[in-house]
């Protein structure tokens, strides 16, 4: 099942498109303002990591250098990596939240 990026020229955005079946035919517009004019892009790959090759990156203290805890900027930068060692990325607005939250 093969995944299409495209990205918008308008807002700049990407948005994926996800086909069942290869012969299946997309109309790519922009998911997030509806312009149809978009370029398609070449797509990150993913190489998934072992449970154990992650723990053990969690667990090496050097993910936490440059944490400071008073800093929302920096509070926001260790989750997107801590997400990232878990199979997982933090979206837009990740950042709004922890502002609100060290309000």
Known sequence: ???????????EKVSS?????????????????GSKCVTRILSRISVPKSDEKRIDRLLDPSI????????????EKTMKKLGKELGDEFGEGCGDYVKEESS
């Open 1 to 11: 099942m093969p995944i299409y990026e495209y990205q918008c020229s308008a807002c």
């Open 17 to 33: 498109f996800l086909l069942l079946k290869t012969s299946e035919e997309v109309e790519p517009y922009c998911k997030h303002c």
């Open 64 to 75: 936490f250098s440059g944490l400071d805890e008073e800093d929302p900027a920096s509070i």
